[in-house]
């Protein structure tokens, strides 16, 4: 079966300061990986994906996230956050043949000014 | 191109009651999910349909269940509510058989059960 592990569950951060969202995975077959974002009141958008190749991925708005299959993670980083980053992120694995997606319990990235 | 749109925004039920939520999905995607968000907590997959079948589904009761139209909207209907179903209901489309194809997400419907 697989699991998606999120290790903070709040992350804050000064204004301008880089940021890691940690994302771990368990699965016994091939995987898709995703970050999607969550503003307050709205559903979840897709900021970046990992299907095949490259194992660094980059996203909207400055995101970048990288595979690393020996540690089954894919942490999600940007090197400078805005207040507007304020939000919650949520890592997500699906995988070839399934019919669903399932999603970690999420990190609140809270920017400081 | 049309996102995906879910009706009610809101909603407030008493135990016991039925609720059916909508789901309008995105133009051309003809594969819909329902995911269930307690609050603090990530999506947890309800079902998906597809071409107008259940063709997947998660840890949820039989009282959790669904439609979908020829014109790939969607609902989701729930029997004998719980307090417990108090939740943000998510509905989710996408391309028939990309897994890997992100979903695109409508904006929920926040159930309230006392």
């Known amino acids: 079966a697989q699991s998606v592990t999120q290790l903070d569950s709040q992350v804050p951060v000064f204004e301008e300061a880089p940021v890691e969202l940690r994302c771990n995975y368990s699965s016994s077959v091939s995987v898709y990986l995703f970050w999607y974002v969550q503003y307050p009141n709205q559903g979840l958008q897709l900021l970046l994906k990992?299907?095949?190749?490259?194992?660094l991925v980059k996203g909207i708005n400055g995101f970048e996230a990288e595979f690393n299959k020996s540690q089954t993670s894919f942490h999600l980083r940007k090197p400078s956050v805005h207040i507007s980053d304020t939000a919650e992120y949520f890592c997500a694995v699906s995988h070839t043949g399934g019919f669903k997606t399932i999603f970690g319990a999420g990190t609140r990235l809270f920017v400081k000014a | 191109e049309t996102g995906v749109t879910q009706s009610p925004t809101h909603l407030i039920k008493t135990r016991g009651q039925q609720v059916t939520l909508r789901c309008s999905s995105q133009s051309g995607h003809n594969t819909v999910s329902w995911y269930q968000q307690a609050l603090g907590q990530g999506p947890q997959f309800i079902f998906q349909y597809y071409r107008e079948e259940e063709n997947g589904r998660g840890n949820f009761p039989p009282r959790f269940s669904g439609l979908q139209f020829p014109n790939y909207s969607s609902e989701l209907n729930v029997n004998a509510l719980e307090l417990d179903d108090s939740a943000l209901y998510l509905c989710a489309s996408t391309t028939t058989g990309d897994y890997n194809s992100p979903l695109h997400f409508g904006n929920g419907t926040r159930l309230t059960v006392t």
């Open positions: 990992y299907l095949s190749g490259s194992t």
